[in-house]
């Protein structure tokens, strides 16, 4: 089993089954079948062959959609790519994967024209618009006119199926590579994992480039043959509103979405019956930030699902019936998938409260990271792949992320844990959004910082937070510096980029 015979068995078994809505589009599975199959046919009769790259620089959409399923049936390597890179950013992906076709939506013509004749494997190109350029195929054309029969291309489960590009926080984006078989045993543990049926209608507002969407929700529910409702944007109030509308039962957010529709003025009027389950991860949520979406949505009926992009994503997960009990923890040992905390030596810490390396070992997890051995041999060790994130692990066996290795703080000799401070400044009434950074310091090495996004018509000086902070948290992790903003920069998975806020304020004074 591969991914794209995943849309022909749907198919073949439930063909009048609504598979695909976007906007005023909806398809059944046997039309997403026939429509997938003219762009794989379309790809192979251009000469995209086995195992090429096949880049989609779109938009979340119907198309993309057809166009994923297109490129992996042809026998393909879908490589998807973030739609809010700097063309100069995406031109490195491009180049970097190797792709031989690229399609794009029509925003991007001008930046594809500019790159065209630096990128050295790319021959083929697909505008997935309604505009018509020069030299580039259109996608809708495409499709209206192509082969509907199937492409007929053997694929293996250990053949190459994706390369995922890290949205990074730090350096050049890294291509995690996945074959077939990571997905089809992913697919299976989230769709037992989340309670996923054939009969769930999943709404996509997250980007469907990245992993987590694309793997956690859009693959297991074209392997249940659910119903997959497409939003282009996220909009709160759209969201919402298509909630009620197509009576969705699965969705998946960051927490920074879930923060956003909290705050839709008229949030009790939407009908969220429907839903059966709701999904957050992509980036740590404070516990007191748990504790309001349960009292918003008013159900506990949400699961954690926090791992890495190398993992498939996988790691660890926390249930509905944790969520409160355990709030702000990312969880416990997932099916399929085996966790452990290590110090730098690799050895397994299994002390209560001690930091140690999130590692992930199982059959979902990355090939390698493409074109770069280097970063591979330091990332998977002995099977197993170093996350870079710190956590500890309370007497129940259960993990929560404290920090990234590189981003914590060490003042005065004594390790501060970003989440730990987070958590507590989130109690706060005043505070909307809120991280730590360490300030370089003269004599300490590093000085705590908070820099926060307050509430509308509110106010917060640092002596107000520090005496607030008192009873929760040791002195020496308590913010000296605080810096009022009105937004904290992010990446599209919801992560702050601290690097960003340590360079912005790594000289002169906070307020």
């Not at 969220?272 to 957050?280: A, I, Q, V």
């Not at 290590?342 to 992930?360: C, M």
Request: glycine share 10%.
């Amino acid at each position: 089993m591969h991914l794209g015979e995943l849309v022909a068995r749907n198919a073949r078994t439930v063909p009048d089954k609504l598979g695909i809505i976007y906007e005023d589009r909806r398809y059944t599975w046997k039309e997403v079948n026939d429509q997938v199959n003219t762009i794989a046919n379309a790809l192979i009769d251009r000469g995209v062959q086995k195992g090429d790259k096949v880049a989609l620089w779109m938009f979340n959409s119907d198309l993309f959609l057809l166009a994923f399923y297109g490129v992996v049936k042809a026998g393909g390597v879908a490589v998807p790519v973030n739609f809010r890179l700097a063309p100069r950013e995406a031109e490195y992906i491009f180049d970097n994967c190797d792709a031989v076709a690229l399609v794009f939506d029509d925003v991007f013509a001008p930046a594809i024209r500019e790159m065209q004749p630096r990128l050295k494997a790319a021959q083929h190109y697909f505008s997935a618009g309604e505009d018509e350029f020069e030299g580039v195929a259109s996608l809708t054309k495409t499709i209206d006119a192509g082969n509907v029969g199937d492409p007929g291309v053997m694929v293996d489960e250990y053949d190459l199926s994706e390369i995922i590009y890290t949205s990074g926080t730090t350096g050049k984006p890294k291509g995690a590579v996945f074959v077939h078989h990571n997905q089809m045993v992913l697919t299976t543990t989230v769709a037992s994992l989340v309670s996923m049926r054939p009969s769930d209608i999943i709404l996509h507002a997250a980007p469907m480039f990245h992993s987590a969407e694309l793997n956690l929700y859009v693959n297991p529910g074209t392997y249940l043959g659910c119903t997959h409702v497409v939003v282009k944007d996220f909009l709160p109030d759209r969201v919402l509103a298509l909630i009620e509308k197509e009576r969705v039962t699965q969705f998946f957010g960051a927490p920074i979405m879930y923060s956003f529709m909290m705050m839709v003025p008229d949030f009790d009027r939407y009908d969220l019956s429907s839903m059966r389950y709701f999904g957050y991860g992509a980036a740590p949520m404070a516990a007191e930030s748990v504790r309001q979406m349960i009292q918003k949505f008013g159900t506990g009926q949400f699961f954690c699902l926090c791992g890495l992009t190398e993992g498939g994503p996988g790691g660890i997960a926390l249930f509905p019936e944790d969520q409160i009990r355990k709030a702000g923890a990312g969880g416990k040992y997932i099916v399929n998938m085996e966790t452990r905390l290590a110090d730098p030596e690799g050895n397994t810490i299994t002390a209560p409260g001690v930091v140690g390396e999130l590692l992930i070992k199982g059959e979902t997890t990355m090939k390698e990271y493409y074109k770069n051995p280097e970063a591979t041999r330091a990332t998977i060790r002995d099977g197993w792949v170093w996350s870079g994130d710190l956590g500890v692990m309370d007497e129940e066996g259960y993990i929560t992320l404290v920090d990234r290795s590189k981003d914590m703080i060490i003042t005065g000799g004594e390790n501060v844990y970003s989440k730990e401070v987070e958590d507590a400044i989130y109690e706060h009434p005043a505070i909307a959004d809120a991280v730590i950074i360490g300030k370089p310091h003269p004599e300490w090495g590093e000085t705590v910082m908070a820099v926060a996004v307050l509430k509308e018509g509110q106010a917060l000086d640092v002596e107000s937070l520090r005496e607030f902070l008192k009873p929760k948290i040791a002195d020496y992790k308590i913010p000296r510096l605080l810096e009022i903003t009105t937004e904290l920069p992010r990446n599209v998975s919801g992560k702050v980029l601290k690097f960003r806020l340590r360079e912005q304020f790594a000289g002169g004074e906070a307020h």
